[in-house]
C-alpha cells in the first residue's frame, strides 16, 4: 500500500509540473509591452497590451470609428509623465492616466482619464472609461503608417508619442 502512494504522488507531481509548463508556455493573444523615454524633460511611459492584426480589419470594424476604444487590449493603457506637459498645447499634470481614444477615418480623440488600474473593457463590451474622470481631451490627425504594423505599439520621440497599428499612424505630440 506505501509503493502504491508513493507512485501515485510522483504522478500527480510529474503531472502538476508538466501541467504548469504547459500553462506558463502559452503566449499572450495580446502581450504586455511598454514604451519609455524623454519628452522635452519629462519621462514618459506607457503600458499596453498589445494585440495583433491577425488577418483582420482593424479601425472601423474590430475597433469602431467614433466610439472609445481602451487603446489596446487587456487592462486600460497607462500613460504616466514625471513632470507637467503640453499635449498638443493643452496642460497634463505629472501623475498616471488611463489612456482612450476614439477613433476617426482622418481625426482622432485621445483622452487622458484619472482612473487607473481597471480592465479595458465592462462585459458589455463598452469602455470603462468615466467621462467624469477624463482629465484631458485632444484633437489628432491620423495618417497612413510607413508600413503594415501587425501588432499595436507605442513609440516615443522628442516631439511626442505615436500609436501605430494595422496601416494606421497616430502622432501625439508633446509641446
Known sequence: ????????????????????????????????????????????????????VKGRKIWGDLVPYDKVWRAGANEATIFETDRDIKIEGKKLAKGK?????????KEWTIIFNSATGQWGINRDGTTTQDPAKDVLRVKVH??????????????????????????????????
Open 97 to 105: 492616466y488611463s489612456l482612450y481614444a476614439i477613433p476617426g477615418v
Open 1 to 52: 500500500m506505501k509503493n502504491k502512494t508513493i507512485a501515485f504522488g510522483f504522478v500527480l507531481a510529474l503531472a502538476g509540473v508538466f501541467l504548469t509548463s504547459t500553462i506558463m508556455a502559452q503566449a499572450q493573444a495580446s502581450p504586455a509591452a511598454t514604451a519609455k523615454g524623454t519628452v522635452k524633460g519629462a519621462n514618459i511611459t506607457i503600458n499596453y497590451s498589445a494585440p495583433s
Open 142 to 175: 491620423a495618417k497612413k503608417s510607413s508600413g503594415f504594423q501587425e501588432k499595436l505599439v507605442y513609440t516615443i520621440s522628442a516631439k511626442g508619442f505615436d500609436l501605430i497599428w494595422e496601416n494606421v499612424d497616430v502622432p501625439v505630440f508633446i509641446d
